[in-house]
């Protein structure tokens, strides 16, 4: 089946800075979707993603899919304590195939 | 309103031994997926069950696992004769029917377990 690779598997973020997570795949996708887990939590939806291109935004979360819809990106600026967690890509194909995850943790 | 619930929290139990975790999903709700989550690793899906189809059980690891659902409502996960690598999180999740299953996913909190 389909697989998403994503990096960085960890990323440290001193609070107020930016960062960005990535999530490719070698074949096209058909939606991509980005799932948040706190920790000792479940994951939680953030926003599926289908069109070629597509930006969407939720406050300070940016997610982008490619042109060529092979890879999808979640860019969070001004980094807070309360964005700590796991953050997944997921490709939803009834049956969601998840990326390993970027754990992030935020320095005060 | 109510979520996706699961039971029990947590199950610690011996290796060999069988055990038995629940699901209920959201009410309405078609669609419910059972994924597994070793420590510090992604979700691994293991069984779909959508409506009166049959189930897609093509995510179990081995013929040691297998899940019931009572028609759009409750689910239990059986794993039989336990190993220790099957220590991880068990989750389980549910959709609308509206999107044909193409729609996220409400988690529940899942079913911690560990074998001794």
């Known amino acids: 089946g389909q697989q998403v690779m994503q990096i960085p598997q960890y990323q440290h973020v001193q609070e107020g800075e930016d960062f960005t997570t990535y999530c490719n795949s070698s074949t096209t996708l058909s939606n991509i979707q980005w799932y948040k887990q706190r920790p000792g939590g479940h994951p939680v939806f953030l926003i599926q993603?289908?069109?070629?291109?597509e930006v969407k935004k939720q406050k300070r979360l940016t997610f982008q899919f490619g042109e060529a819809k092979k890879n999808s990106s979640l860019h969070i600026t001004a980094t807070q304590t309360t964005d700590v967690g796991t953050y997944f890509c997921a490709l939803n194909d009834y049956k969601l195939s998840f990326g390993a995850g970027t754990t992030v943790t935020v320095r005060a | 309103g109510a979520g996706v619930s699961q039971s029990p929290s947590n199950k610690v139990t011996e290796k060999g031994k069988d055990v038995e975790l629940r699901c209920d999903p959201i009410s309405g709700h078609t669609a419910l997926y059972w994924y597994r989550q070793r420590l510090g690793q992604g979700l691994e899906f293991l069984i779909y069950f959508q409506g009166n189809s049959a189930p897609d059980k093509s995510g179990l690891p081995s013929d040691r696992f297998s899940a019931e659902r009572t028609g759009e409502s409750v689910s239990t996960l059986t794993i039989q004769r336990t190993q220790q690598e099957d220590s991880a999180v068990y989750l389980c999740?549910?959709?609308?029917?509206?999107?044909?299953?193409?729609?996220?996913?409400?988690f529940g909190p899942g079913t911690r377990l560990t074998v001794l």
């Open positions: 999740a549910s959709s609308s029917p509206l999107a044909g299953g193409r729609d996220e996913q409400f």
């Open positions: 993603l289908v069109k070629s291109g």
